[in-house]
């Protein structure tokens, strides 16, 4: 038989070698060879601290008592660690964002930096984990005690054992877990030593789980064969026990301090999640896998009434195998010890960080720019709250009793610290949770679960008799273990069902209702965000803030070289030579992620505030700030606005100037067209008159022939005078119109006659009077000379055998529009653009006009406000007169 | 209207992430997809149990339980280290940057 004082000295080496590794990867990191220690491996080990001894020893009686079950508290975290993009991503990039140091600090920090929201987690948190910590004690006396049974030397007082393994955890908290101040730094010695603890506990469960499969059940499939024999051979389970514990374990997977402290604070990488993904659940389901094996054999084995609990080491210590149980016992005291460690570090930081330094500050009045060393304070304080919480625990194993009652406190610890799930999940992706719905989720989520869970957890006596039997006050709906009148339920259901519920329920319409302050709302948006913008809030305003008190509280919190160090790169970040930076909000907001490293946001944004004159982020700050991604958007669209009016300008002038080039042109080839037309008429008159001046004897038939050739062409000069005249006197604008009242039949009759008189080429002309008898209210003479304008040219152009005009009248769209089509055969595709144009003449052999006559047409139409057009398409030569808007009266 | 030098500007770096992505972020993405519905997939899968019947007519052994659990929970470790593995080429990248969609 092993002898106590063996035991004792094997657990010296052991706890020997775990200082010198903490100490060695201190040594480490601080030479900066940190490779190996900022692995994944290390962060998944190091993760094992959920396993406590609670879980390594207890399992096997979780699963002796309840078959399968036990499961349930491993099936929660796998499914949280697999679904790590879901949440966990989120969670931990938050707290590297933020420098978050503890749970306590991020659910502060998301809603305004509030301390009393920090206060009330930290208590949470305190009443939460402390009787887990008793369990842990009680977990490594009984198994001292295990072996102190089997020698019959030497019988140490009852319980001794717990103080001595309490007081040496408490030195190993205090010398790795507070050597530097800045909480934010990873505690390398520390996460080292967890991560080989983890390891030993792995390979201890599983050295006892493969000896009793093969060394005693006898292979794989007799071990089976047992399971289905025992007591515990038949799937029976409660359903909602299955459920709620998996849920239970998952929320508290992530929400227990010392898991969020290991997960979150003590992430190196993000990256390290993507490994854990896979490589915890593994972890988990190796610790599981022999846990019924051992639980069927032990109750096959031992002799009735032992505890099951302890199967995992009194199986070997029956089989007599010591090597292996002393193994085991390793086991069980790794997993207390680094839960023990962690979980103090953890609510260590949080009591110092959010009890203790408010309170200090406070009592300092308004110095925090006082001189003395705040670290000082804050490593004291931290030490001491190890020592007090390692204290509370022990005091609370002593005061219970370490009886069954304390076995129970595992999953009451878990239904507690899942009360801080809803404002956790709700500050991570709504943002319109507030702090006031935070506040009374909490409390009412902590009331319910002290009502309907731990006190009557605790034991008799904590709550009277009768208002167990008949509710508080004799309100029998008030039952602790069947609120509003359900009762039936099993107690851990029952609580966590409406602890959560209406906590989630009160957070919700809480947060509905309030109003959340302006810097709540930064930092939500900055944690629901966390993806879009990881930029600070801009929440200083500098101008009052002194840079040299500033540096005298940074000294004092961060040490003085390091303080130095942080305003100097911040000066030369600034571009100054000065020694101290200029407090612009930027650096404000640096300086304080820093402080908040520290001693936790809600400290080290008070403390600034102390000297900057109070947090002075206004909304339009908020508005600012909060959506930068829509600033960038509107400066895009407004660049986008900007650039689009250009290329219009450009466009614009560019269409300007292709119009000067072209009247230009237009302008020169007037010019020549002008003087051509002008130089034809001229020759022959001057040509005619010389002859009758400079012959004689010219008879009289010539004389007068020539005369009349003289004359036509001073008429067809003077016409063509009148034309361009009247072309030009259109074009200025300075024509004025002869509004007068007539029938369109009257003016289409006139202008007929006109044209028609005097022709040797009869113009068959058709036409449907009827569709005609419509008042127009215009210039009635200059509408005629259009429309004698274009049957002039239908009659002279117009190459069918039997030239006919037909002429039309109908709606088109609202207007009322004049068709004037031939059946001739047109004018030719490429001329039609330039047939309005001036000089334009289809067949310059054909004479006649200068080809001004449909130029002076379109500018009378557009003077009338109507338009005239080719209309392509129709047999013969078309011609399409709007008539303009208005301009009929009424049709008759 | 919206002349070509407008639709030039409007192609800038601070234009919206495009609609549709090529065949290989289109996989990725899909394969993040996957990996965000395991956890589910893995809560139902656990939750299978619950639907055994437990009365005496046919109920069912332990050794079965324990086989299915633990099998169900070997799949998840398995699948969730491939979508690690299938994940992490180029992933990493996105990881850190990339927000949430």
């Known amino acids: ?892 | 209207m919206k002349g070509p030098a407008g639709e030039e500007a409007g192609r800038g770096p601070l234009q919206p992430p495009p609609v549709f992505l090529e065949r290989q972020s289109y996989r990725r993405r899909r394969l993040m997809d996957a990996a965000r519905l395991l956890p589910l997939m893995g809560a139902a899968l656990f939750a299978v149990p619950l639907l055994w019947p437990t009365d005496e007519a046919g109920t069912v052994r332990m050794s079965a339980a324990i086989t299915y659990v633990f099998g169900v929970w070997a799949v998840l470790i398995a699948v969730s280290a491939l979508f690690g593995r299938a994940t992490r080429q180029g992933g990493d990248r996105q990881i850190a940057q990339e927000p949430e969609r």
């Not at chain 1, 009762?487 to 957070?507: E, I, K, Q, R, Y």
């Not at chain 1, 930076?581 to 907001?589: G, K, Q, S, V, W």
């Not at chain 1, 991604?629 to 669209?637: G, P, T």
């Not at chain 1, 119109?737 to 044209?755: C, I, K, P, S």
């Open chain 1, 1 to 892: 038989m092993t002898s106590l004082n063996v035991l004792v000295a094997v657990c010296m080496a052991y706890v020997i070698l775990l200082f010198g590794v903490a100490f060695a990867a201190d040594r480490l990191s601080s030479t900066g060879r940190t490779t190996w220690l900022r692995s994944p491996l290390v962060y998944t080990l190091s993760l094992s601290i959920y396993c406590t001894a609670w879980t390594f020893y207890g399992a096997v009686g979780y699963a002796a008592r309840s078959g399968l079950e036990f499961v349930t508290i491993y099936l929660g975290p796998t499914l949280v660690m697999i679904g790590w993009w879901w949440g966990l991503r989120k969670l931990v990039r938050v707290g590297r964002s933020q420098r978050v140091t503890s749970i306590a600090d991020l659910i502060s920090s998301r809603y305004g930096k509030s301390n009393t929201l920090a206060v009330c987690v930290t208590l949470l948190a305190v009443i939460g984990v402390t009787p887990y910590i008793a369990l842990q004690l009680q977990s490594i006396t009984l198994s001292f005690d295990i072996f102190a049974e089997a020698d019959p030397v030497s019988r140490p007082g009852e319980g001794s054992s717990a103080f001595w393994v309490a007081c040496g955890l408490a030195v190993f908290a205090i010398l790795f877990g507070t050597r530097n101040l800045d909480a934010n730094e990873r505690h390398h010695g520390v996460v080292t030593a967890v991560a080989i603890e983890a390891v030993v506990k792995l390979v201890a469960l599983l050295a006892v789980g493969v000896f009793v499969v093969w060394g005693i059940a006898g292979g794989l499939g007799d071990t089976l064969a047992r399971i289905d024999a025992s007591e515990i051979g038949v799937w029976q389970v409660d359903h909602g026990r299955w459920a709620t514990i998996t849920f239970l374990a998952a929320a508290a997977f992530v929400c227990l301090p010392r898991m969020f402290q290991v997960m979150v604070v003590e992430n190196d990488d993000e990256r390290h999640l993507r490994t854990a993904a896979w490589a915890f659940p593994l972890y988990l389901m190796l610790m599981s896998l022999f846990v019924v094996p051992i639980a069927v054999v032990g109750l096959e084995l031992m002799p009735e009434g032992a505890n099951p609990d302890l199967f995992v080491l009194t199986i070997p210590l029956a089989e007599g195998q010591e090597t292996l149980a002393m193994l085991s016992f390793l086991g069980g005291f790794s997993s207390a010890t680094s839960m023990v460690i962690v979980a103090a570090m953890a609510l260590s930081t949080m009591v110092s960080n959010h009890i203790v330094m408010p309170i200090w500050l406070n009592a300092q009045g308004s110095g925090a720019s006082v001189s003395g060393d705040v670290r000082s304070v804050v490593l004291y304080a931290r030490r001491v709250s190890i020592a007090v919480i390692l204290a509370l625990g022990y005091f609370y194993y002593r005061l219970s009793g370490g009886g069954a009652a304390l076995a129970s406190i595992g999953l009451i610890a878990f239904a507690g610290i899942a009360q801080i799930l809803p404002a956790l999940v709700g500050g991570l992706f709504w943002r319109g949770a507030t702090r006031t719905g935070a506040l009374v989720g909490l409390t009412v989520g902590f009331v319910l679960w002290l009502y309907t869970l731990l006190l009557p957890g605790m034991g008799a006596g904590v709550i009277a008799p009768q208002v167990m039997e008949h509710g508080l006050f004799g309100l029998s709906w008030l039952r602790p273990q069947a609120l509003f009148g359900i009762a039936g339920m099993d107690p851990m259901v029952h609580s966590v069902m409406w602890s959560l519920s209406l906590n989630t329920a009160a957070f919700c319409i809480a947060s509905l209702l309030s109003f959340p302050s302006p810097l709540e709302r930064l930092q939500g948006a900055q944690f629901v965000n966390v993806f879009d913008h990881s930029a600070g809030p801009r929440g200083w305003t500098g101008s009052v803030a002194q840079s040299e008190d500033l540096m005298i509280m940074s000294q004092r919190i961060m040490g003085a070289r390091e303080a130095q160090e942080f305003f100097q790169s911040e000066a030369m970040a600034q571009g100054s030579r000065a020694y101290l930076p200029e407090p612009t909000p930027a650096f404000l907001e640096r300086l304080e992620r820093e402080l908040s490293g520290s001693v936790g946001a809600a400290t080290a944004h008070a403390m600034i505030g102390q000297i900057v004159g109070g947090s002075s982020v206004s909304v339009e700050d908020l508005l600012a700030v909060a959506d930068e991604s829509a600033q960038l958007l509107e400066y895009s669209s407004r660049l986008e606005a900007k650039s689009a009016e250009l290329s219009r300008t450009a466009r614009k002038l560019r269409e300007a100037n292709e119009k000067l080039t072209q009247i230009s042109l237009q302008k020169d080839a007037f010019l020549s067209q002008i003087s051509h037309e002008l130089r034809t008429p001229m020759t022959s008159i001057r040509a005619f008159s010389e002859i009758l001046r400079d012959t004689d004897g010219l008879a009289p038939v010539d004389k007068t022939r020539y005369a009349a050739i003289i004359h036509d062409e001073a008429l067809r000069l003077t016409r063509l005078l009148d034309d361009l005249l009247d072309l030009s006197v259109l074009e200025n604008g300075q024509v004025t119109l002869n509004m007068g009242q007539g029938r369109l039949v009257d003016v289409l009759d006139r202008a007929m006659a006109t044209a028609l008189t005097g022709t040797d080429r009869p113009l068959r002309v058709r036409r449907h009077r009827g569709a005609e008898r419509i008042v127009l209210r215009t210039d009635l003479d200059r509408l005629s000379q259009v429309f004698i304008n274009l049957i002039t040219n239908a009659q002279k152009y117009c190459d069918a055998a039997d030239p006919e005009l037909s002429v039309t009248v109908h709606d088109v769209g609202g207007r009322i529009v004049v068709d004037l089509i031939d059946n001739g055969s047109g004018i030719p595709r490429d001329a039609r653009k330039m047939v309005f144009e001036k000089f334009a003449r289809v067949g310059a052999e054909k004479a006649g006009g200068a080809g001004l006559g449909l130029a002076i047409c379109r500018e009378i139409m557009q003077r009338l406000g109507g338009d005239i057009s080719y209309l392509s398409g129709q047999e013969g030569g078309a011609f399409r007169v709007s008539l303009p808007v208005g301009m009929e009266i009424a049709a008759q």
